[in-house]
Structures are given as structure tokens and as C-alpha cells.
């Protein structure tokens, strides 16, 4: 019997704590100085909030109860950052494991060592969550600072690292089940990346929607209940552990089933179960796929069936011919699918999604305009065109910070500049290609705009829903500011030599970029004279699609006064836009000009080393 536990023990010892992968990742990662200026970057940031929120908030408090109120606001913030940027550092740490094996090809040779698969999936698996439990253990003793002067709950601090931790865990369990089932690219892993992105702002936005709350809910005093969505998603069941809303009573919900009800009373309880239970299910099931050949170049059951469907009868392949524009730098970019965006299906679903979501948006104003009012609608409108542009914002990022790592990684880019191209003309190519093929995305939230333009200048007895002079104007700065993206993204990925590396330093640039100027024009939409925020509102991107889908909020909620002042306002709308498009376009010429410049000597140093 004894013989027996110590092999159960030993083979336990072997899965997890002597884990070789595991050791090695955390035993040479946490050496690299990257890793120390990212957890102190992370722990600064969350110090930073915190010692704000307390000099805010306890300034001038002079008695207990404010105190504990303080705390209360503090701990608010910190536990909101805290789990964002847990959704943003998870992904960004997990989805390695998607690509590094493929990218460094090491992967044959890990099947060839005596580890099993249990041992290459937990491995890689808690290797890559190692780093995100460290950041939220290190980040442990700022919040217990805010329990001195009361107002916060033990309890409360449990629940909100056990929703970051969570949300840590399935990431990181989806992140594996993906490289080891399907081949790694790098179109999976900014699919990846946008799935986790659209979840989280598309269940967020519904659980704000009225129809979604819970009846058996106590409102709270702004008169919002909690959503029944709550348990699915972790900032909606923060919301419940933070007591900005109130959870029912399972007494009251016990009629909806045992799981249901539970789940309504208890919802970070909920969403942290179901989110471990999908994580080990995910694990487990990548154990079976380790060694299934299901890798880059290998074939497949799902290959077998697609070739036999696809093949012709006396087994020749033929291909339509295409139309190749007059720059094939620009074409191959823009129509091929070299291109490490979006895929032909994604694609399609992205654009037929976006337009359902306007044409019902505008179906149930029309329909029910009592449930939906024109300031409603057009909040709503506002929120699903920032959706639509940020995940078109987010492929062409994506799409060009891969522009040039995918050709020096498949070793294509001696190719290229063994041809008659230019510098100019393979980064003009580029340029024109990304744009090209972010384009169709961006017509999605410009053609919902002209949607409701045109719907407003149906006399209707009520304020129109848009002006519809408004979708050429957000086309015009929606179309530069991408374009501005690409560039930027561009010059990551000339001068870097991997494609994570370009990829996330472009996707944290524009996030900075985006987040500093909304920060930057957004109280200028507040002045006392609207004209001042018409005109400074489309100078960026999400400012100009909340006042032009919004331009009540320029006139302080008053519709009369809009009214009153709307030709004026449309005016310093258009004069706004054609200054903040032409601006743009300057800074995309200049930028794009260095780039031309720089070309070649980048290009020879990095073939150099």
C-alpha cells in the first residue's frame, strides 16, 4: 500500500511542482529585466490609484464614517483597475503559448523528451499564469491598507482577486487549448485576443441594458438592479462585490432551479465555478490533442475531409483568376490571405454583425420608441459604433504590425528585395493595402451612421436621430486616424524581427495613443458653448462618435437648445473634421516619409545581426 502512495505522491510531485517545463520558464523568466519593470510598472500604477483615491476621498474627512467611506470609494477603484488590467496583462502573458513552440520550432523536440502530455500541458500552463498570480499576490498588501480605516470587508478583497485570478485561469486554459488543437498563427492569436475583447465589452454593454436586469434585484439609488448576466461576466459580478448593486435574495430566485438561482444570488461565486470548471475541462482535453499531428504543414482528419470535398474528380486544382491592381504590394495586402488580419468568415461575420446590430438597434427605437427614446437610442448607438471601430481599429493594428515580420519570418523578404521594388514603392504598397483592407470594417459604423441620418430626415414630430452629414465627416477622421494606426504599427514592424514582440508593442501604443487624446478632448465637449466641443470633438476618434452620435451632450442634455443652435453646431462639426482629417493626413505623410528614408539601413542592419 505504502508502495503505491509513494508512486500516486511521486508521479503527483513530477506533474506539478518538479514540473521541467515549469521550472525552467519561471526559473529563467523571472530573471529578465522585462518581467521586473512590468511587475513594477503594474504594482506603481496600482499604488498610484490608490494613494490618489485616499488623498481624494479622506482629504477632508473628519469623522469615522467618512473614513470608512473613503476606503470604500479607494478600494472601489483599485479592485476596477486591478481586474482590468488582469483582462489586458492575462491574455498578453497566455497567448504565447500559441505561437512561441511553432516560432521557435521546438515543438517536435518536446515530443521527442520522456515528458507526457499532462506534464507538457500543465506545464506550459502554469508557467504562463506563474507571472499574473505573482502580480496579483504582490498587489495583495495595497489593498489590505485600505481594510485600516474600515469600509472594505475581507470578504470583498477575497472576491475580487478570486474574479481576477479566474479570469486568469480560463484565459490561460483557452490560450493552450488553442495551440495545441489548432496551428498556431498569427491570425489565432489576434483572434484570440479580439474574442476575449468583443466577450467583454458586448456582455458588459447588454448587462447595462435595462431588459436584462433582475426583478427580484433591489434597486439601488440610481434605480439600476444587478443583471442576470452578472455571473457570466467578471466586471458585472465585481460590480455586485464592490455593492454597487444589490444580488437577491435566494429565496426569491430559488424558483428559477438550483444552479440558476445560485447563481443569481451568488454571482462572483458563480462566475469564478464556471470559469475553473470550463479551465480544467479546456486542460484535459488538450492532453488528448499533445501528440495528434494537428501542427502547421501536418495533415488532419478535418484537412482529409476538405481535401476529398474540395478535390476535383480527375484530381486537378484550378484556381479563379484575380485582378491584381497596379501596385501587387498593396493587392497581396489587401485581398490575399497572407495577411495576418482577419480571415475571409471572420471578416464577413464582423461586418453582417455590425450591420444587425444597427438595423435592430433602429427596429426597436421605431417600434417601441416609449422603451427606447431618441436620447437612449442614441447612447446605444454611440456604444455599439465605438464597439465596431474599435474592433476595426484593433485588426488593422494587428494587420500591420505583421506587415513585416510575417515576410522575415517566412524568409520572403529576401525576396522581395531581390525584385525591381522600391522602398517607396513596397511601403506605399503597404500603406495603401492595410487601409484597403480596413476599410470595408470602417464603412460598418460610417454606414450605421447614415443609417439613422437618413431615418432622421423622416419629419417624425421629434429630434432627428443623426444628422446625416455627420457619417461623412466620421468617415473622413475614422479613415485617417486608421491609416494613422497603420503607419505607426508599420514602422513596429519593420524594426522589430518577431511578430508578438511588434504586435503587442503597436497594440499598446495605440491603446496609450487612443486613451491619452480621449482623456485629453473629452472635457472640452463640456464647455459652456457647444461650438467649442463641435469643433474640438472630431479631432479624435471616439470623442467624434460620442458628439456626433451624441451632440445633445455639447448642449448640456438640452434638446431645445440644440435645436435652436443645430445649424451652427453642424458647421463647427465640418470645419472640425476637415481641420482634424487634414492634420491626420499630414502626420500619416510625414511619418510615412521617414519610413521610406529609413528603409533600407533597417533592413541591412537587421540582416547584419
Given at each position: 500500500?505504502?508502495?503505491?502512495?509513494?508512486?500516486?505522491?511521486?508521479?503527483?510531485?513530477?506533474?506539478?511542482?518538479?514540473?521541467?517545463?515549469?521550472?525552467?520558464?519561471?526559473?529563467?523568466?523571472?530573471?529578465?529585466?522585462?518581467?521586473?519593470?512590468?511587475?513594477?510598472?503594474?504594482?506603481?500604477?496600482?499604488?498610484?490609484?490608490?494613494?490618489?483615491?485616499?488623498?481624494?476621498?479622506?482629504?477632508?474627512?473628519?469623522?469615522?464614517?467618512?473614513?470608512?467611506?473613503?476606503?470604500?470609494?479607494?478600494?472601489?477603484?483599485?479592485?476596477?483597475?486591478?481586474?482590468?488590467?488582469?483582462?489586458?496583462?492575462?491574455?498578453?502573458?497566455?497567448?504565447?503559448?500559441?505561437?512561441?513552440?511553432?516560432?521557435?520550432?521546438?515543438?517536435?523536440?518536446?515530443?521527442?523528451?520522456?515528458?507526457?502530455?499532462?506534464q507538457i500541458v500543465l506545464g506550459s500552463l502554469l508557467s504562463r499564469l506563474y507571472f499574473v498570480v505573482m502580480l496579483l499576490v504582490a498587489g495583495l498588501p495595497i489593498f489590505f491598507t485600505t481594510m485600516v480605516y474600515g469600509g472594505v470587508t475581507t470578504s470583498q478583497i477575497i472576491e475580487s482577486f478570486g474574479l481576477s485570478a479566474a479570469t486568469a485561469v480560463i484565459t490561460g486554459a483557452l490560450a493552450i487549448f488553442i495551440s495545441v488543437v489548432w496551428i498556431g498563427t498569427r491570425r489565432t492569436i489576434f483572434s484570440f485576443y479580439m474574442t476575449i475583447a468583443l466577450y467583454l465589452l458586448a456582455v458588459y454593454l447588454l448587462g447595462q441594458w435595462g431588459r436584462t436586469w433582475?426583478?427580484?434585484?433591489?434597486?439601488?439609488?440610481?434605480?439600476?438592479?444587478?443583471?442576470?448576466?452578472?455571473?457570466?461576466?467578471?466586471?458585472?459580478?465585481?460590480?455586485?462585490?464592490?455593492?454597487?448593486?444589490?444580488?437577491?435574495?435566494?429565496?426569491?430566485?430559488?424558483?428559477?432551479?438550483?444552479?440558476?438561482?445560485?447563481?443569481?444570488?451568488?454571482?462572483?461565486?458563480?462566475?469564478?465555478?464556471?470559469?475553473?470548471?470550463?479551465?480544467?475541462?479546456?486542460?484535459?482535453?488538450?492532453?488528448?490533442?499533445?501528440?495528434?499531428?494537428?501542427?502547421?504543414?501536418?495533415?488532419?482528419?478535418?484537412?482529409?475531409?476538405?481535401?476529398?470535398?474540395?478535390?476535383?474528380?480527375?484530381?486537378?486544382?484550378?484556381?479563379?483568376?484575380?485582378?491584381?491592381?497596379?501596385?501587387?504590394?498593396?493587392?497581396?495586402?489587401?485581398?490575399?490571405?497572407?495577411?495576418?488580419?482577419?480571415?475571409?468568415?471572420?471578416?464577413?461575420?464582423?461586418?453582417?454583425?455590425?450591420?444587425?446590430?444597427?438595423?435592430?438597434?433602429?427596429?426597436?427605437?421605431?417600434?417601441?420608441?416609449?422603451?427606447?427614446?431618441?436620447?437612449?437610442?442614441?447612447?446605444?448607438?454611440?456604444?455599439?459604433?465605438?464597439?465596431?471601430?474599435?474592433?476595426?481599429?484593433?485588426?488593422?493594428?494587428?494587420?500591420?504590425?505583421?506587415?513585416?515580420?510575417?515576410?522575415?519570418?517566412?524568409?520572403?523578404?529576401?525576396?522581395?528585395?531581390?525584385?525591381?521594388?522600391?522602398?517607396?514603392?513596397?511601403?506605399?504598397?503597404?500603406?495603401?493595402?492595410?487601409?484597403?483592407?480596413?476599410?470595408?470594417?470602417?464603412?460598418?459604423?460610417?454606414?450605421?451612421?447614415?443609417?439613422?441620418?437618413?431615418?432622421?430626415?423622416?419629419?417624425?414630430?421629434?429630434?432627428?436621430?443623426?444628422?446625416?452629414?455627420?457619417?461623412?465627416?466620421?468617415?473622413?477622421?475614422?479613415?485617417?486616424?486608421?491609416?494613422?494606426?497603420?503607419?505607426?504599427?508599420?514602422?513596429?514592424?519593420?524594426?522589430?524581427?518577431?511578430?508578438?514582440?511588434?504586435?503587442?508593442?503597436?497594440?499598446?501604443?495605440?491603446?496609450?495613443?487612443?486613451?491619452?487624446?480621449?482623456?485629453?478632448?473629452?472635457?472640452?465637449?463640456?464647455?459652456?458653448?457647444?461650438?467649442?466641443?463641435?469643433?474640438?470633438?472630431?479631432?479624435?476618434?471616439?470623442?467624434?462618435?460620442?458628439?456626433?452620435?451624441?451632440?445633445?451632450?455639447?448642449?448640456?442634455?438640452?434638446?431645445?437648445?440644440?435645436?435652436?443652435?443645430?445649424?451652427?453646431?453642424?458647421?463647427?462639426?465640418?470645419?472640425?473634421?476637415?481641420?482634424?482629417?487634414?492634420?491626420?493626413?499630414?502626420?500619416?505623410?510625414?511619418?510615412?516619409?521617414?519610413?521610406?528614408?529609413?528603409?533600407?539601413?533597417?533592413?541591412?542592419?537587421?540582416?547584419?545581426?
Amino acid at each position: 500500500m505504502s508502495t503505491v502512495l509513494n508512486k500516486i505522491a511521486w508521479s503527483f510531485w513530477r506533474l506539478l511542482p518538479a514540473n521541467p517545463i515549469l521550472i525552467r520558464v519561471v526559473s529563467g523568466a523571472s530573471k529578465r529585466v522585462r518581467h521586473l519593470w512590468l511587475r513594477a510598472g503594474y504594482l506603481i500604477l496600482l499604488a498610484a490609484v490608490v494613494l490618489l483615491s485616499l488623498m481624494t476621498f479622506m482629504g477632508d474627512a473628519s469623522g469615522l464614517n467618512e473614513l470608512a467611506k473613503g476606503a470604500s470609494q479607494t478600494f472601489k477603484y483599485a479592485a476596477t483597475l486591478q481586474l482590468g488590467l488582469m483582462c489586458f496583462l492575462a491574455p498578453v502573458f497566455t497567448a504565447g503559448a500559441i505561437t512561441q513552440e511553432r516560432d521557435a520550432q521546438t515543438y517536435n523536440i518536446l515530443l521527442s523528451t520522456p515528458l507526457t502530455n499532462a506534464q507538457i500541458v500543465l506545464g506550459s500552463l502554469l508557467s504562463r499564469l506563474y507571472f499574473v498570480v505573482m502580480l496579483l499576490v504582490a498587489g495583495l498588501p495595497i489593498f489590505f491598507t485600505t481594510m485600516v480605516y474600515g469600509g472594505v470587508t475581507t470578504s470583498q478583497i477575497i472576491e475580487s482577486f478570486g474574479l481576477s485570478a479566474a479570469t486568469a485561469v480560463i484565459t490561460g486554459a483557452l490560450a493552450i487549448f488553442i495551440s495545441v488543437v489548432w496551428i498556431g498563427t498569427r491570425r489565432t492569436i489576434f483572434s484570440f485576443y479580439m474574442t476575449i475583447a468583443l466577450y467583454l465589452l458586448a456582455v458588459y454593454l447588454l448587462g447595462q441594458w435595462g431588459r436584462t436586469w433582475s426583478a427580484d434585484a433591489p434597486p439601488n439609488v440610481e434605480g439600476q438592479r444587478m443583471s442576470v448576466l452578472a455571473p457570466l461576466h467578471p466586471f458585472l459580478a465585481l460590480e455586485v462585490s464592490l455593492n454597487r448593486v444589490t444580488a437577491p435574495d435566494y429565496a426569491l430566485v430559488a424558483g428559477h432551479g438550483a444552479i440558476v438561482g445560485r447563481a443569481l444570488a451568488y454571482p462572483s461565486a458563480a462566475y469564478i465555478t464556471w470559469t475553473l470548471i470550463v479551465g480544467v475541462l479546456l486542460t484535459v482535453a488538450s492532453m488528448f490533442f499533445v501528440r495528434s499531428g494537428a501542427r502547421q504543414g501536418e495533415p488532419t482528419i478535418w484537412s482529409r475531409l476538405r481535401a476529398g470535398v474540395t478535390r476535383r474528380a480527375d484530381e486537378e486544382r484550378r484556381r479563379k483568376p484575380r485582378h491584381v491592381w497596379s501596385n501587387p504590394v498593396a493587392w497581396r495586402e489587401a485581398k490575399t490571405k497572407s495577411s495576418g488580419g482577419a480571415g475571409g468568415l471572420l471578416r464577413w461575420f464582423l461586418l453582417i454583425g455590425g450591420a444587425l446590430a444597427a438595423v435592430g438597434l433602429l427596429f426597436l427605437h421605431l417600434t417601441d420608441s416609449k422603451v427606447l427614446s431618441v436620447q437612449t437610442t442614441q447612447e446605444w448607438l454611440g456604444a455599439v459604433l465605438m464597439i465596431e471601430f474599435t474592433i476595426a481599429l484593433l485588426i488593422a493594428t494587428n494587420t500591420a504590425a505583421t506587415s513585416m515580420t510575417k515576410e522575415k519570418e517566412s524568409k520572403s523578404m529576401e525576396v522581395l528585395l531581390t525584385t525591381p521594388l522600391t522602398s517607396q514603392y513596397i511601403i506605399w504598397g503597404k500603406l495603401r493595402g492595410l487601409v484597403s483592407f480596413a476599410a470595408p470594417l470602417i464603412a460598418v459604423p460610417v454606414g450605421s451612421l447614415l443609417l439613422f441620418g437618413l431615418v432622421g430626415l423622416i419629419p417624425r414630430g421629434k429630434e432627428p436621430l443623426a444628422w446625416i452629414e455627420l457619417a461623412v465627416e466620421l468617415g473622413a477622421v475614422l479613415v485617417m486616424y486608421v491609416a494613422l494606426s497603420c503607419v505607426v504599427c508599420l514602422k513596429f514592424s519593420l524594426t522589430s524581427k518577431k511578430t508578438v514582440k511588434a504586435t503587442m508593442m503597436s497594440i499598446a501604443f495605440m491603446l496609450v495613443l487612443a486613451g491619452a487624446l480621449t482623456a485629453i478632448f473629452l472635457p472640452i465637449l463640456g464647455a459652456p458653448d457647444g461650438h467649442i466641443g463641435a469643433f474640438f470633438a472630431p479631432w479624435t476618434p471616439y470623442t467624434a462618435i460620442y458628439a456626433m452620435t451624441q451632440p445633445v451632450v455639447l448642449t448640456d442634455g438640452d434638446f431645445s437648445r440644440l435645436s435652436a443652435n443645430a445649424a451652427s453646431l453642424r458647421v463647427a462639426f465640418f470645419m472640425g473634421s476637415a481641420i482634424a482629417a487634414g492634420i491626420y493626413a499630414l502626420i500619416v505623410f510625414s511619418l510615412y516619409k521617414a519610413l521610406v528614408r529609413g528603409f533600407d539601413m533597417i533592413v541591412r542592419k537587421q540582416t547584419a545581426t
